[in-house]
């Protein structure tokens, strides 16, 4: 008999956090990173991003940080601790002015010390994920798209990312499908709707006439260790059922 989750596991809440696409022209392409071999998604390849900190509410931020007047508590710290993985996983800073050394200090001290002004407003919603009450460890994940010029260029930290990649979106999701690169199923999913644009313009003004919709996902266990993933149609993901074999 195969195994379903449901909604009656005893599981923690899910963290919140924030992801983005960072996303370049001529050609096309998605920055991912692939994860050290600890920690959340150890070895996977990933869009940069983490978990929201406390100091992502910290209400200081209006002094350094672009369309802070704009956006509720909840959607301004989401924000700015989107901007903050990109550029402590990357080195890519979303801000106008110039991008501080990544040498250890707090990512507002190291903006302010800059003469930096992060932009909150070069971010566009672009998904809205929480993991399965089932699993261990749970997210609630806003995936935000971004923008950069086509000269861009990433460099990992070396210590939670290890190698930062550009790829065609189309190119990311074969290899997600084909089981040649581990990506998890929400980045596979991100990279389906991703790759059904094709230029960063376009890809921005398809996520803008989206509305937003919470993908829950219902996972099943079949007899021979299979999982079956289901979203619902209404998420508006290409692919609504996934077969994840471990």
Not at 140 to 168: I, K, R
């Amino acid at each position: 008999m195969a195994t379903v989750t449901t909604e009656d596991s005893a599981d923690p809440v899910p963290r919140s956090s924030a992801t983005v696409l960072l996303l370049r022209d001529d050609p096309f392409e998605v920055l991912l990173v692939t994860r050290a071999a600890r920690g959340a998604f150890a070895s996977a390849l990933v869009f940069p991003g983490g978990a929201i900190d406390p100091g992502d509410h910290d209400p200081a931020w209006r002094e350094s940080a672009s369309g802070f007047d704009e956006l509720a508590d909840d959607e301004r710290a989401l924000r700015i601790g989107a901007v903050r993985e990109v550029w402590e996983e990357t080195g890519i800073l979303l801000a106008d002015g110039p991008a501080p050394v990544r040498d250890g200090r707090e990512f507002r001290d190291a903006v302010t010390a800059a003469g930096a002004r992060i932009r909150l407003d070069a971010l566009t919603h672009f998904g809205h994920w929480i993991t399965p009450i089932a699993e261990a460890r749970r997210f609630d994940t806003h995936f935000f798209l971004a923008a950069v010029s086509p000269d861009t260029v990433a460099v990992p930290d070396g210590a939670e990312t290890l190698v930062a990649e550009w790829m065609p979106p189309a190119v990311a999701l074969a290899l997600a499908q084909s089981g040649e690169r581990p990506i998890i199923f929400p980045t596979m999913m991100n990279l389906a709707r991703l790759a059904e644009s094709g230029s960063s313009v376009e890809a921005l003004a398809a996520a803008r006439a989206r509305s937003r919709f919470t993908v829950q996902p219902e996972i099943v266990t079949e007899p021979d260790g299979a999982r079956r993933i289901t979203i619902l149609p209404e998420a508006g993901y290409p692919v609504t059922v996934w077969q994840e074999y471990r």
